[in-house]
């Protein structure tokens, strides 16, 4: 099994920063896919940014060139910098794994996606 557990979200202005953290733990093999996704009331979840094992991001169009995402592999953590915060960019954020974990039946592997439980961020003005 596998848990995400995330930090760092609150209530900003706009214009304002906020780092957000999440950090995998459990019987991890390999982290394929790790990033984030957000929710905002009465919307759809939708992807903010992500990144792949071999280091390549999907970023959404409306947080490119504000958002960041980096990763500690070592730590199967990931971190998401966000600048020049828009009051649109209000909404409950979820870490997101790929993970293969090892199992104790075979193969002794299995690949599941994970969810975090959210974190709230509010950009007020």
């Known amino acids: 099994q596998v848990q995400l557990v995330e930090s760092g979200g609150g209530l900003v202005h706009t214009g304002g920063s906020l780092r957000l953290s999440c950090e995998a733990s459990g019987t991890i093999f390999k982290v394929n896919r790790m990033g984030w996704y957000r929710q905002a009331p009465g919307k759809q979840r939708e992807i903010v940014a992500t990144i792949a094992e071999g280091g390549m991001t999907q970023i959404a169009d409306s947080v490119k060139g504000r958002f960041t995402i980096s990763r500690n592999i070592a730590k199967s953590s990931v971190d998401l910098q966000m600048e020049s915060l828009k009051s649109e960019d209000t909404a409950v954020y979820y870490c997101?794994?790929?993970?293969?974990?090892?199992?104790?039946?075979?193969?002794?592997?299995?690949?599941?996606?994970?969810w975090g439980r959210g974190t709230p961020v509010t950009v007020s003005s």
């Open positions: 997101y794994a790929d993970v293969t974990s090892v199992t104790d039946v075979a193969p002794f592997t299995a690949r599941q996606d994970y």
